[in-house]
C-alpha cells in the first residue's frame, strides 16, 4: 500500500473538513442541487469525453492501483538481473529455466524466457519494447480520464455558479430565494475546485509518477536481459551500467545495502 497517497489524501479531506465545521458547520456546506451539478454532470462529461472501456478501467483498475500499488525497487531488479547474468556466465542461459519461479516481474520473467529458449536478441528487444509502449498508453489513457476530470468539474462549477445567479436575480424580490440561489452558486465553485485540485489532478500525477518509474525499471530489465542474451559482458560490468540509470539517491541507497 502506498502510505503517501492515503496520509495526503486523508489530511487534505480531513483539514478542508476541519475548516468547514470551524466556519459555520458543515451542513452549511452541503447542498444536494450543487453537488449533482458539480459531480454527477462532471461525471457524464466526463463520460462523454471518453470511451467506456477507459471510464470503467480508470474507476475499476487504476484508482485502487494508487492506493494499493508499492513501486518496485529499482535496486532489487539489478541485483536479481546481475545474479541472472552471473548464472548464465557460469552454468549457460539455459540454467536460468530453474530461476523463472523466483522471478515476480512479468517482463523479467518473459525477457528471462526468451534468453532461455535462444531467442534473437533483436527479437527479445522488439518484444519487450513493445510491451513497454503498450504499457505507457494504457497509462496515458488511465491518466488522461482524471486530467480531464480535473478541467470539467471546475467548468462544471462555473455552470452551477450560473445557474445559482439567474435564480437568485430572478428572485430579487423573494428575500428567502436568494439566500439558497446564492448557496448554489458559492457551492458549486467550492466543489469544482475541490474535485478538480483535490481529488483528480493529484491521482493523474500519481499516475504519471508510476508511470515513468515502471517504464525506467522496464528500461533496466531490457538493457539487462539483451546483455545476458548476448553474453559478453561480465557481470559487474553489467552492474555498474545497470546503476548508472538509477538517480544519485538510489545508487547511494543500493551501495550502502550492499
Known sequence: ?????????????????????????????????S????????LAVLLMRSTLPEFINAWAKVFLKIILNKNENPGEL??????????????????????????????LQKGISMVVDGTDESVIEGSLTNDVELMAHRHTEA????????????????????????????NMSDPKAIG???????????????LANVVAKPIAEKL????????NNCGLIIEGVIEIRRGTMNPRVLSDLLKSRLSPGDREKLAAAA
Open 1 to 33: 500500500m502506498d502510505i503517501a497517497t492515503v496520509i495526503g489524501m486523508v489530511g487534505a479531506f480531513g483539514l478542508i473538513v476541519w475548516a468547514m465545521d470551524s466556519a459555520a458547520g458543515i451542513g452549511a456546506f452541503v447542498d444536494p442541487a
Open 35 to 42: 453537488l449533482t451539478i458539480v459531480g454527477g454532470g462532471s
Open 78 to 107: 539489478i541485483e536479481q538481473i546481475v545474479e541472472m547474468a552471473n548464472i548464465s556466465r557460469r552454468d549457460g542461459a539455459i540454467a536460468l529455466e530453474g530461476q523463472m519461479g523466483e522471478i515476480k516481474n512479468p517482463y
Open 143 to 170: 491518466s488522461g480520464v482524471f486530467k480531464s476530470w480535473a478541467d470539467i468539474a471546475p467548468a462544471m462549477g462555473m455552470i452551477g455558479t450560473l445557474v445559482g445567479l439567474v435564480g437568485m436575480l430572478q
Open 180 to 194: 439558497p440561489a446564492m448557496a448554489i452558486a458559492l457551492l458549486t465553485t467550492l466543489y469544482g475546485a475541490f
Open 208 to 215: 504519471d509518477n508510476y508511470s515513468a518509474n515502471e517504464q
